[in-house]
Each structure stands twice: as C-alpha cells, then as structure tokens.
C-alpha cells in the first residue's frame, strides 16, 4: 500500500483513488490555463500599450500613461512568468540557480507590486480629475503637476 497525495492508501499497482486522480487532472488544466493566458496577454498587452501610447490619445486623454504603464508592467509580469514556466516546466532545470532565482523571480515579483501603486496613481488622478475638471484640462494634460495649482 502507498499513500497518495490526499492521504488516501492506493494499492501498489499504480492506481490511485479517484481524489488523487481528480487532483491531477486539475493541475493539467490549471497548467493549460496558464498557456492560455500567457497566449492572450502577451500579444493583448503589446497591442494596448501601443494603442495607449499613440500621439493623439496621449495628448487628448490623461490617463492614457497610467494605462500604457499598466500594459507594459503587465506584459513584463507575462513574459518573466513566461520565461519562469519554459525553463522550469519544458527544461527541467536552470542552467544557473542563481540566476533564475533573482533575475527572473525579480522581475515577476516587482512587476506584481508595481502594480497596485499604478493602480493608485490612476485613481488619484482620476479623483483629481472629478473634484476639479476645469483645473485638469489645464495642467494634468501636459503630464506634469508643477504649473498645477489645483486648491
């Protein structure tokens, strides 16, 4: 007898019951989800920030930075994710421990708490926006708040 991953005892044969089986099968669809979302996010991110950064909309919409930061901060979490699943899960192994450890995690753990902080940024300008629209028009525009005496 071998005890399985929930506990539960499998003959020797191999087969194990069905909670360790049904378990299993979720991590494989949990795995291709990941696939899935690195598939849409990367080319989703780089087709938003694109569109977030063109002349016309940076010039007309304030908010237009924040969101093209948001896509860029996303796409580097997706592609530091992307490249964190190709080695461990298609190459097994790093070829250097340290720099898997560091660089990559790094990046990915950055871009995550980089993200709340846009979030705020946006919603703060976005605030500033709805307390004083005439005063917005005139200085958040330009993406700078020092000729910006909004009081």
């Known amino acids: ?22 378990m299993f099968t979720l991590y494989d669809a949990l795995l291709y989800v990941r696939y899935v979302i690195l598939a849409l996010g990367i080319p989703g991110n780089i087709l938003s920030a694109i569109v977030w950064l063109r002349r016309r909309v940076v010039n007309k919409n304030s908010s237009a930075v924040f969101l093209a930061a948001l896509a860029i901060n996303d796409l580097v979490f997706l592609l530091c994710w992307m490249i964190d ?46 307390l004083h629209p005439l005063q917005v028009s005139l200085c958040c525009i330009r993406f700078t708040l020092k000729h910006c005496n909004v009081s």
């Open 1 to 22: 007898m071998v005890r399985g991953v929930s506990g539960a005892c499998a003959p020797v044969d191999g087969r194990l019951p069905v909670t360790d089986s049904t």
């Open 85 to 130: 699943t190709i080695i461990w899960n298609v190459v097994g192994i790093c070829f250097n421990d340290w720099f898997c450890h560091y660089v990559w995690f790094l990046g990915r753990y950055a871009a995550a708490y980089l993200e709340p902080l846009l979030v705020l940024g946006f919603s703060v300008e976005r605030l500033i926006a709805i």
